[in-house]
Each structure stands twice: as structure tokens, then as C-alpha cells.
């Protein structure tokens, strides 16, 4: 079956720091890969997609390749702040699933400042 | 934007109780979505709705029931709760099946059963 895997949190990092995420995944044909963000207490929200391989997705700063050679989708920011603070989940989606999302366990950032 | 709105950000309930979590989504999608999230668990998928009047159950659906009466709404109903139903529930929707076509959640409900 499907299924995501994520680096464990929580990821500590102090303010202005490099910020990656590893994400790799196992799915059938070709997935659409997404992360997500929870800030506390909010639900979830888009932060990126990628919907074919080397697309790359970018927003806020963040970037992730979508790698069909190593099966990955790893999260990058290149200087983080205390805002970037939150739980980031990577996700897929099959032309199979009929819509659903197959996430991570998600990993949780703090950034110090 | 998308705007996915739950009825309640906090409710606190007694164990035995039908509770009711709403949903209401303003963009004319046609898939919704119910997950419960705790931590160490993720996010799991309880119910879901491709269209009015359908449903399919996802992974938890256990002491869980759905309604789907309109397109923007869908329902969620704890038959009888209990306290292992204490948790956050968050809804969702997108506008099809196409592959590629995110969800977009609401803010949660964080639900407590005493």
C-alpha cells in the first residue's frame, strides 16, 4: 500500500538557521505529493505541491523537489523564523485514491530566537 | 480563497451523548473529508464524501456516522460518545478526484467527552 514516512520530530533549530525535512514515500504509479503546515491550535493548511517528477513547489520560502528517483520530497527553508514554528506533514495522493491524502506522522519545528 | 468553516472550535461533551460536528465549505467541491488527529497518531481518516448522499468510510469510522444532505455541508455524529472520542476533528474538502487537487481544512474542533 501507500505510505509516507517522515523524520521525527520535534526539530529544534535557532532563528535564521537552514531548515529541511525529509520526506520519502512509497506509492503506486505516479503520486501528487503535498506538505501541509499546523500552526498550534489552527488546522491544516497547503504550504506546497508537486504534482509530476522534478516539479519543484515553492511558497514562503519553502521549496521541495519532487524526486521519483529516490522517492522523496523533502521540505526546505533557507533562514527560519520564530513564525515558521509548527507541525509540517508530507502527504501523497494516487490517481487510485479517489481524492484521499496519505500522511506523514508529520514533524513538529521549533525555532528559537 | 477556499474557506472551510466547523461549527465549534471547543465543545465539551458528556459520555452517552449524540454529538453533532458541522461542517460548511463555499466553494462547490465535491469531496469531504472527516479525520480525528492525536498526537503520536497522525491524522486518521474517518468518514469521507464524494458527492450529496454518499459516503465512504475511511480507516476509524467506528462509533462514527456521517450526513451528507447538501453539497457544502457534511456532518459528523458521534452515535454515543465516549471518552475515547476526546480528541481534535478536522474537516476538509477538494474539488474532486482528480489527482492533484489538494484539501483544504478547516480549524479544528477540539472535542472533549467527559
Known amino acids: 500500500g501507500n505510505s509516507v514516512t517522515q523524520m521525527e520530530g520535534p526539530v529544534t533549530l535557532s532563528e535564521e538557521a537552514f531548515l529541511t525535512i525529509n520526506c520519502t514515500y512509497t506509492?503506486?504509479?505516479?503520486?501528487?505529493l503535498f506538505w501541509y503546515v499546523q500552526y498550534p491550535g489552527e488546522g491544516l493548511q497547503l504550504l506546497l505541491k508537486?504534482?509530476?517528477?522534478?516539479d519543484k513547489g515553492s511558497n514562503k520560502g519553502f521549496e521541495a523537489t519532487y524526486r521519483k528517483e529516490t522517492t522523496s520530497f523533502h521540505l526546505e527553508k533557507g533562514s527560519v523564523q520564530v513564525s515558521d514554528s509548527a507541525v509540517y506533514f508530507c502527504?501523497?495522493?494516487?490517481?487510485?485514491?479517489?481524492?484521499?491524502?496519505?500522511f506523514g506522522a508529520g514533524t513538529q519545528v521549533v525555532v528559537t530566537p | 480563497d477556499v474557506k472551510v468553516t466547523q461549527s465549534s472550535r471547543y465543545l465539551v461533551k458528556r459520555t452517552g451523548e449524540k454529538v453533532f460536528l458541522e461542517c460548511v465549505q463555499d466553494?462547490?467541491?465535491?469531496?469531504m473529508f472527516w479525520y480525528r488527529q492525536d498526537p503520536g497518531l497522525g491524522l486518521r481518516l474517518i468518514y469521507f464524501s464524494y458527492d450529496v448522499k454518499m459516503k465512504e468510510k475511511g480507516d476509524i469510522p467506528e462509533g462514527y456516522s456521517v450526513s451528507r444532505e447538501k453539497k457544502e455541508r457534511f456532518s459528523l455524529i458521534l452515535e454515543s460518545a465516549s471518552t475515547n472520542q476526546t480528541s481534535m476533528y478536522l474537516c476538509?474538502?477538494?474539488?474532486?478526484?482528480?489527482?492533484?487537487?489538494?484539501?483544504?481544512f478547516g480549524d479544528g474542533t477540539r472535542l472533549s467527552i467527559l
Open positions: 508537486a504534482t509530476k517528477a522534478d
Open positions: 506509492a503506486t504509479g505516479y503520486p501528487s
Open positions: 476538509a474538502s477538494s474539488p474532486g478526484t482528480r489527482v492533484g487537487q489538494p484539501q483544504h
Open positions: 502527504a501523497l495522493m494516487t490517481t487510485d485514491s479517489w481524492g484521499k491524502l496519505q
Open positions: 466553494m462547490d467541491h465535491e469531496n
